[in-house]
């Protein structure tokens, strides 16, 4: 399984990292939302929505 921890702004894999490294505050996600965050931060800014999931945002919005 796959999650994203708003707090670390990481992701983590159960077939990498220990159940007690994931944050508490981990989200899972899909391994295609996964990869498409990662892409994405080419282009945006990697962040986490109000419930806590990963969003990607225009680097311009965030200047404002």
Known sequence: M???SATTMG???TE???STAIPKDAKEITK???DS???GQAKAILAAD???YPILQDP???ET
Do not use: P, Q
């Open 2 to 4: 796959i999650y994203f």
């Open 11 to 13: 992701f983590y894999d």
């Open 16 to 18: 990498i990292h220990a």
């Open 32 to 34: 295609a939302t996964r």
């Open 37 to 39: 965050m990662v892409k």
């Open 50 to 52: 109000e419930n806590g």
């Open 60 to 62: 311009l919005a965030s």
